[in-house]
């Protein structure tokens, strides 16, 4: 509630008034700075219910993922200023997913390789085999070593906290793969192609109702 009251204040006072063009990037700093920390209490509920034994549900209706990519990409833009990024599309990519699971997902992975990695962020789209979409998000930074990938998908991980930036909970990547698993998918990481962290991720083209 609290957060919410400060994203329709700045919604209302963008749209009920006159601001001088040097207080823009203020209010811009508000509304972002809100959006990513709803996306900090969604995940450490998440990690919560994980706790307490529950399955994280998802509601899949008929979706375009590349739209749902583009979407994330654009708000990951309107939060940093200048950031390289590029989505690639190979085939049909409509299915039926979780809208709002995909979009905190999305967040948690262009967030990770914004804090961690270096532009750009390169997302790729494609029809892998038949009933599945691979995903893939990609940037140009140190990336993991092999040995501690999968240590990458705890709770808590911090790899290299010398090279996350302030407000991360290290919860990004466990609650990836926990909405993967939920939607019948899996994911990997793996190198990018500009020698940075690529995570892969693949879904069955109707995801699983939990």
């Given amino acids: 509630a609290p957060l919410q009251a400060v994203s329709m204040s700045s919604e209302m006072l963008e749209r ?24 900090m209490v969604n995940d450490l509920l998440e990690f919560v219910r994980s706790r307490l034994g529950t399955q994280l549900p998802v509601e899949p209706c008929a979706m375009n993922m590349a739209h749902a990519c583009q979407t994330a990409l654009d708000q990951a833009r309107a939060g940093h200023h200048g950031c390289e990024q590029s989505l690639q599309v190979n085939g049909n990519v409509e299915g039926h997913w979780d809208p709002r699971r995909l ?7 262009i967030g990770n390789a914004l804090q961690y990695g270096a532009p ?10 038949p009933g599945f979409v691979s995903l893939k998000v990609g940037d140009h930074g140190n990336g993991i070593p092999p040995e501690q990938r999968e240590r990458a998908f705890e709770a808590f991980a ?3 906290p010398a090279r996350a930036t302030r407000g991360s909970c290290g919860l990004g990547l466990a609650i990836v793969r926990r909405i993967v698993k939920a939607s019948g998918g899996e994911v ?6 500009g020698g940075g962290l690529e995570v892969e991720l693949r879904f069955p083209i109707a995801a699983a109702s939990v």
């Fill in 120 to 129: 750009p962020v390169e997302i790729a789209l494609a029809v892998e085999r």
């Fill in 158 to 160: 911090q790899i290299d």
């Fill in 103 to 109: 979009g905190q997902l999305l967040q948690n992975l």
């Fill in 188 to 193: 990997t990481l793996g190198e990018a192609s």
């Fill in 16 to 39: 009920k008034t006159s601001l001088d063009p040097a207080a823009q990037p203020y209010l811009l700093a508000i509304r972002n700075g809100t959006r990513h920390m709803g996306a």
